[in-house]
């Protein structure tokens, strides 16, 4: 609808919108959506009932006279026909306060965990591939493949069968359980492949052609990481109107900021970091917010950090991590194609990236869910020891609004907590 092109994420290159892409034709690069945001700001002004970041809204409610989901935000999605878009409600996820467990940090913080859990499908994922698969389906497309660390999968499964597509999928031999089954349970073709997520998607690159499908690895098509990025439209719009799940009345004593001042963001391909940063420019451009920035935050397991590790070496691309390994599996990325738009947000941001163990990350599960109810997957609980470890260096302080992302829920891992 209000999409101009597509442009190379690295050189720039110009492609055509609305043709099936996968990577830059030039250098190999991801693609992203341009979208005329002047018709974008137009299109959104008619749903505002109150001008956006006046905070008047008591009653803690949006003021974004939409859908919950996050096709409210249709204007910066890329879908043409609203026919095409193949949707369970994805996001609009709670933004939910977490003060018992801000109470166990040595500083006062205002901490937030947005439960991405909640999403179809239990993970994010649901968010990029709602918006991948519902531009396959208006680009004409019938089979999709993927290369997959575990929810991923899951995702594609399902939104491919409720699209009427055929769905291959790939995966290590040991990722969770429950993600074997919920593909295999919603229809899917699932092999099962004794290596890593790289090696899976070897296999996707090598196939496609002769088997006619198309590729919906994460970056390596341009539209997961616009179903992505909307957790960034979401936290701005939930912190600035208040609409945060303080069970109904909004916390009048909060002083509520347009963003916070962190995001921890557990990072495996680091599509949603990427979806996040590219959001707040979106959002810069058509006068939502002004020019400040969160600081962003990669957290990773010691056993699987390319990133935490370029970023220590000041590198903008990443080395592939050897003898990749973490039970926390979304984080089993060992190199994303990615990995310097990553880097270069987190620097531009004056955001780090951290590592913690799997045993940390484990344990912070049972303590997330212990003092706050919610039952959050190993990656999201990862950001909890990565936070105490920034709070320590003294890189979060007193004061500061932290938003640390729940990407999963903890139920698609059972194996983890036996
Ligand atoms: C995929 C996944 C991640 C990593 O997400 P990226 O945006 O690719 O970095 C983190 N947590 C969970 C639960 C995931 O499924």
């Not at 004061?399 to 036996?418: D, H, P, R």
């Amino acid at each position: 609808m209000n999409v101009t092109h597509l442009e190379c994420a690295l050189c720039g290159l110009r492609h055509e919108a609305r043709t099936l892409q996968n990577l830059c034709v030039e250098c190999g690069k991801p693609l992203l959506v341009r979208y005329d945001l002047a018709a974008a700001a137009k299109g959104f002004e008619a749903a505002w009932p109150e001008k956006w970041g006046d905070r008047l809204s008591a009653n803690g409610r949006s003021i974004l006279a939409r859908d919950s989901s996050l096709w409210r935000y249709r204007e910066v999605l890329p879908v043409d026909d609203a026919a095409n878009v193949v949707s369970f409600g994805e996001g609009w996820t709670p933004l939910i306060p977490v003060k018992a467990l801000a109470a166990t940090l040595p500083v006062k913080l205002d901490l937030y965990i947005k439960d991405e859990g909640q999403n179809p499908t239990q993970s994010f994922k649901a968010r990029g591939m709602a918006a991948a698969i519902s531009m396959a389906k208006e680009l004409g497309v019938r089979r999709v493949a993927v290369p997959s660390a575990g929810n991923a999968a899951g995702a594609l499964a399902a939104y491919a069968a409720r699209a009427g597509m055929e769905a291959f999928i790939f995966m290590p031999a040991d990722t969770p359980k429950a993600n074997v089954i919920e593909c295999r349970q919603t229809g899917a073709n699932v092999t099962l492949v004794d290596g890593l997520i790289t090696d899976c998607g070897k296999i996707v690159a090598e196939r496609k052609e002769a088997e006619g499908w198309f590729d919906v690895s994460t970056l390596k098509e341009p539209y997961r990481v616009e179903g992505k990025k909307t957790m960034g439209y979401e936290l701005a719009e939930q912190m600035s109107t208040g609409a945060i799940a303080t069970g109904g009345e909004r916390n009048r004593e909060m002083t509520i900021p347009r963003l916070p001042d962190v995001i921890l963001y557990p990072t495996g391909g680091g599509t949603g970091l990427i979806g996040m940063w590219k959001a707040f420019d979106e959002m810069e451009q058509m006068g939502w917010i002004g020019r400040e920035r969160p600081r962003m935050v990669s957290v990773q397991s010691e056993t699987c950090a390319p990133i935490v590790r370029a970023f220590n070496e000041g590198k903008r691309f990443a080395d592939e991590f050897e003898n990749a390994a973490t039970v926390a599996s979304g984080l089993r990325v060992p190199k994303a194609i990615g990995d310097f738009l990553i880097l270069d947000a987190i620097r531009a941001s004056g955001g780090t990236a951290v590592s913690v163990t799997d045993a940390e990350l484990v344990a912070a599960v049972a303590e997330i869910g212990a003092l706050t109810g919610i039952f959050a997957a190993p990656e999201g609980a990862a950001c909890l020891p990565a936070l105490r470890k920034l709070i320590a260096e003294g890189q979060v302080r007193k004061g500061e609004s932290v938003v640390m992302f729940n990407t999963g829920a903890g139920v698609k891992y059972l194996e983890c907590f036996q």
